[in-house]
Nanobody
Framework: QVQLVESGGGLVQAGGSLRLSCAAS????????MGWFRQAPGKEREFVTA????????YYADSVKGRFTISRDNAKNTVYLQMNSLKSEDTAVYYC????????????????????WGQGTQVTVSS
């Protein structure tokens, strides 16, 4: 079992930046993937970005490429999401997910592949 705690959400104006953190505890893992998803009111949870814990390989949704950056600190068991040039359509609850098992490249954007989730943090971008 892995516990995930997100932090760093808030209210920001369009064009601004935020950095989210996801701290993992409860079990160390070396061959897994951690991802960020978001869910806006009335919409399904959608993939934002993911990172391989062991290799550092990253994956991004087209909607955030060039604006968002995912990174990890292995020593702190923490994953970060740096969000720049924020838009009103980025407004959502952002969730951190972790998979203890390797995920196929073609499925890193599938929420069902992640078996541990944090409680979410609200990001609101005002226009």
């Amino acid at each position: 079992q892995v516990q995930l705690v997100e932090s760093g959400g808030g209210l920001v104006q369009a064009g601004g930046s935020l950095r989210l953190s996801c701290a993992a505890s409860g079990r160390t893992f070396s061959s897994s993937v951690m991802g960020w998803f978001r869910q806006a009111p009335g919409k399904e949870r959608e993939f934002v970005t993911a990172i391989s814990w062991s290799t550092g390989r990253t994956y991004y949704a087209d909607s955030v490429k060039g604006r968002f950056t995912i990174s990890r600190d292995n020593a702190k068991n923490t994953v970060y999401l740096q969000m720049n040039s924020l838009k009103s359509e980025d407004t959502a609850v952002y969730y951190c997910g972790a998979s203890l098992d390797p995920i196929s490249i073609i499925r890193v954007g599938v929420a069902r592949e992640y078996d541990n989730w944090g409680q979410g943090t609200q990001v609101t971008v005002s226009s």
